[in-house]
């Protein structure tokens, strides 16, 4: 199977019989956290993800994160999964997931009416195209998250109107978000 998936949904807050399971070492952070929105957002990007993956890969799959926080796939047994990668975001009552198979993948999902503030000021080259100031930052977070970085990489760096070679973004406006994916090449070991 060859390509790139990215699904959408709205959050909810019930809690699978098997939570200790799906969250495994992120079940700290989700149990310290006291906002129900954060919670619910936080445990159904991971279903999301994990169903799409399981679907992709044709079996079972857990979530894992390496050094950095960057999720990634492995089998029950623990073995991971490698030539399939896997991102995750949330906003509001919204979640969003993209499996991909043909590259290395990132996904961001923004209100279109997002206020982007000093960050935003922040984010962009002087030279950069603003005029649609959510896609190019839905734009950048999702090539963050799939060199690796996340919010990590200075996204000044990346320019939404200006992608690298062998780089593809999807990006549209789905009801009041934004739901953007973004596709690079293979970076020497796949994950």
Known sequence: MRGTWTVWARATAQEPPDLLDL???????????????????????????????????????????????????ARPDGVAVRGVDVSLAHTGGVVAAAVSVAGRVGVDVEPLDRDLGAAGERAFHPGECRADPVRGWTVKEAVAKAVGRGLLLDLRTVRADTLPPGWRVRSEAIGAYRLTTALGPWDGDTP
């Open 23 to 73: 969250l495994g070492a992120e079940y700290d952070r989700y149990a310290r956290a006291t906002d129900p929105g954060f919670r619910a957002r936080m445990l159904s990007s991971r279903v999301l993800a994990l169903r799409l993956a399981s679907a992709v890969v044709g079996g079972p799959v857990r979530l894992v994160k390496d050094a950095l926080g960057n999720p990634g796939l």
